[in-house]
């Protein structure tokens, strides 16, 4: 039987995940992931893609919403949840550009200091103000600051197939998290997902926005933040379609509901 392997919030986009055992779905992702954000003097998002010290953030989240950040060498930092009087900024995300709550001058003098430059640090106090790309969403769907889409799922069966190329090439395997994930499904032939349209994870059922194109974050070791080159050079040779390189498919969730690890995974519809 196909199941839920693991679930994963990233709560500071960029940052380190944290594991769960259960989580809410919302309409813009899991409970949790992806609220809060670091970005430049521009009001523009920092990733693993630029400072792939981010990696080293380790981050803490409190139910109502605050985090606790840490990382070698800096004292620990704990931010509130911005209130209703928070400074309101407009900053970037890609191509979208939403209203967020400014953190607080404490919050940004840390990320400056960690990331050498100035920094700030914010909250997204309305999800829903950030719509998907609308070429691959319907009217009213939402995303949080994730790249683009509510969800990333991954297939164990795909990663040991690509573990399985790179040994073949004398390379070392790499661990799922280089790819950070919000859900690991386990029971699926490699590659599997190519032909997913909509499936249902327990009760709730998600549709298949389209393929998720990798960046050098996969080859960004997620405990130390040092950058190799595998497994995009594998994936450049093996899993290219047009100008992408592929692993994961992005979902949209169809309605709220909690899932569990353990939880069955049903494909309901296959392109």
């Given at each position: ?218 080859t960004t070791d997620q405990a130390t933040g040092v950058r190799g080159i595998q497994p995009l050079k594998m994936l450049g040779k093996r899993r290219r379609f047009g100008r992408a390189l592929v692993f994961g498919q992005n979902l949209i ?19």
């Amino acid at each position: 039987m196909s199941t839920l392997a693991s679930i994963h919030i990233y709560p500071l986009k960029g940052c380190r995940a944290i594991d769960l055992r259960e989580s809410e779905v919302e309409p813009w992702g899991l409970a949790g992931d992806r609220r809060w954000l670091v970005v430049d003097s521009d009001f523009r998002f920092f990733s693993q893609r630029e400072h792939a010290s981010m990696a080293r953030l380790v981050v803490g989240y409190d139910p109502g919403g605050g985090i606790r950040v840490s990382s070698d060498g800096f004292a620990p930092l704990r931010v509130a949840t911005p209130g209703p009087a928070a400074e309101m900024l407009k900053v970037t995300v890609w191509r979208s550009t939403v209203l967020a709550a400014a953190a607080g001058t404490a919050a940004d003098a840390w990320f400056s200091a960690f990331l050498g430059q100035p920094a700030r640090l914010v909250y997204l106090d309305d999800p829903t103000r950030r719509a998907v790309d609308p070429d691959y969403g319907a009217d009213g769907d939402v995303v949080s600051f994730a790249d683009g889409y509510p969800l990333l799922a991954t297939n164990t069966g795909s990663l040991a197939q690509l573990c399985e190329w790179l040994a073949a090439a004398r390379e070392a395997p790499v661990p799922m998290n280089r790819f950070r994930p919000s859900v690991v499904l386990d029971g699926f032939e490699p590659w599997a997902e190519d032909r997913w349209r909509r499936l249902r994870i327990g009760s709730v059922s998600f549709r298949v926005a389209r393929p998720c194109g990798r960046c050098l974050v996969t080859t960004t070791d997620q405990a130390t933040g040092v950058r190799g080159i595998q497994p995009l050079k594998m994936l450049g040779k093996r899993r290219r379609f047009g100008r992408a390189l592929v692993f994961g498919q992005n979902l949209i969730p169809d309605s709220p509901g909690v899932i569990r690890v353990g939880d069955p995974v049903e494909i309901t519809e296959y392109a």
